[in-house]
């Protein structure tokens, strides 16, 4: 079955790097996604990785992914009090006609200190 | 181009009631998901229609249904409501399978 962890909190000073962790179960995932929610609001997709990919990088945001050990990461460079928010780790499996199964990680809320 | 939208923002019911959400898609998108968030949890997947079609659907009772549109927006209904019914309530549109956009959600509230 599909199951995603995260850690729930982390803390970071303002122009620090961020490191967000997530553990997914499925080895058939095919998509893996990062998503970040401000307060009130919906899930805004940041990045996401296919999942024979090791690495992406855009801008200020590092994806990395470890197949073997199903353990995707997100690096934040040079962290701003804006990046403070949910942040969802996400793995999406295809399944028969054209329906992809999206399970989310219960969210890790990065807390930037000014 | 308009995002996705859901109405209402907020929405109170009393136990037992019915409730009706509903979602209209950013242009161009033919597969809508819907999801149900738990304060403090991740979205948990609930059904997701393509083409007027529901061709997937997660762990939710029957009395959780849903409709798309010819124009792709779509209704989420929930009959008989429970107090754990209490929930943000989001609606993603996308086309093909990879990039979901969220809209801002509906939150219920079941007394």
């Known amino acids: 079955g599909e199951d995603v962890e995260q850690s729930l909190f982390l803390s970071v000073r303002e122009g620090d790097s961020s490191v967000i962790n997530c553990t997914y179960t499925?080895?058939?995932?095919?998509?893996l996604y990062w998503y970040k929610q401000e307060p009130g609001a919906g899930l805004q997709l940041l990045t996401y990785i296919f999942s024979n990919m090791d690495m992406k990088q855009d801008q200020r945001l590092t994806v990395l992914l470890n197949k073997k050990d199903k353990h995707l990461s997100l690096r934040i460079a040079d962290t701003q009090t804006g990046d403070s928010a949910i942040y969802f780790c996400?793995?999406?499996?295809?399944?028969?006609?054209?329906?992809?199964?999206?399970?989310f990680g219960t969210g890790t809320k990065l807390q930037v200190i000014p | 181009e308009t995002g996705v939208t859901q109405s209402p923002t907020h929405l109170i019911k009393t136990r037992g009631q019915q409730v009706t959400l509903r979602c209209s898609s950013q242009s161009g998108h033919n597969t809508v998901s819907w999801y149900q968030q738990a304060l403090g949890q991740g979205p948990q997947f609930i059904f997701q229609y393509y083409r007027e079609e529901e061709n997937g659907r997660g762990n939710f009772p029957p009395r959780f249904s849903g409709l798309q549109f010819p124009n792709y927006s779509s209704e989420l209904n929930v009959n008989a409501l429970e107090l754990d019914d209490s929930a943000l309530y989001l609606c993603a549109s996308s086309s093909g399978l990879l990039e979901q956009y969220f809209g801002p959600g509906t939150r219920l509230t079941v007394t």
């Open positions: 996400a793995e999406s499996i295809q399944l028969g006609g054209g329906y992809q199964k999206v399970t």
């Open positions: 499925d080895s058939s995932s095919t998509y």
